[in-house]
């Protein structure tokens, strides 16, 4: 009997020692960290790119002592410091920022608790007799921007669909961070979604890039890549919004809203290359009128 207790104490013993490694002090009582679960992801799923309508002065005072943050600031022509740029962060990221507002974006919404947000030093658009005129974003601050942005999408694993615009999530209210913001090259870089020249040839099937497409496929090619878009056919503000929203990252040259062929063909064209699953998912039926009395 005295052998089994020896034995027992002796399991005992080991097992205290195994674990002691693996715990935790917390001051009040210890965590035992040594069984970790096979499911769980990052808490950050998105990183959101915005524009801060003004100067850095302004928007560091905005962005420090008002009631709107982000994580990071990056200005217009960053410091430099052994040959790196110096870009402002303003919130821990373990720290929700209040960057995104009312947002959705595939299924989520209020992005502000699943997502970095990163505000670029611009002055936005200015409305001149000759139409709207944007401020571009200079060769120096983009540099900063793709060090920033490809660094915080490797740490958090985030996929190219989830590198987003603030005017992406929230089109209605938002047109931030506009249409001479770089995607394309951060696309270059290694950071978020761009569609395939030779794809969105072939999804234009012959059509003129500016014939127009069908309303309701456009807003369901939309509605599956992450927009809050109605699916009915109406090409009422709210979908013309979207569609300008669409446009503006994957095709600035015109973003009017006007539902063409090759703003069809590039939603089709990402489908196809970053959500495959969806790429050939069709539209739900719509509801059927009432009938008249
Ligand atoms: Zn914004």
Not at 18 to 39: K, M
Not at 73 to 100: K, N, T
Not at 128 to 133: L, S
Request: aromatic share 10%; glycine share 6%.
């Amino acid at each position: 009997m005295r052998a089994f207790f020896l034995a027992v104490s002796l399991v005992f013993a080991a097992l205290v020692a195994g674990c002691a490694g693996q715990l935790i002090d917390r001051g009040a009582y210890f965590a035992d960290v040594s069984q970790r679960a096979a499911s769980a992801d990052s808490r950050i799923r998105f990183l959101v790119m915005h524009y801060t309508d003004g100067d850095e002065a302004r928007s560091l005072a905005e962005l420090t002592r008002g009631d709107v943050s982000a994580h990071y600031l990056v200005p217009v022509h960053p410091l430099l410091r052994d040959g790196r740029p110096v870009v402002w962060q303003l919130v821990p990221e373990s720290q929700r920022a209040w960057h995104a507002g009312q947002s959705f974006w595939q299924g989520t919404t209020e992005l502000n608790a699943a997502s970095i947000g990163i505000e670029n030093v611009n002055l936005g658009p200015r409305d001149t007799p000759q139409g709207r005129v944007w401020d571009p974003y200079p060769p120096d601050q983009q540099d900063a921007i793709i060090r920033l942005a490809k660094d915080i999408v490797a740490r958090y694993a985030i996929p190219p669909t989830r590198v987003v615009g603030h005017s992406d999530i929230a089109p209605q209210r938002k047109t931030d961070p506009g249409p001479l913001f770089p995607w394309k090259a951060l696309y270059d870089a290694g950071v978020g979604a761009w569609p395939d020249e030779a794809t969105v040839t072939a999804e234009l099937a012959g059509r003129a890039p500016d014939a127009p497409a069908d309303v309701r496929a456009l807003q369901w090619k939309l509605a599956r890549y992450g927009y809050d878009v109605a699916t009915d056919g109406v090409l009422d503000e709210r979908t013309r919004r979207v569609f300008a929203a669409f446009q503006m990252h994957f095709r600035p040259r015109d973003y009017s809203g006007t539902p063409d062929a090759q703003t069809d063909a590039i939603a089709q064209a990402l489908l196809d290359k970053y959500l495959p699953g969806l790429a050939r998912e069709s539209a739900p039926p719509l509801p059927s009128p009432r009938p008249s009395p």
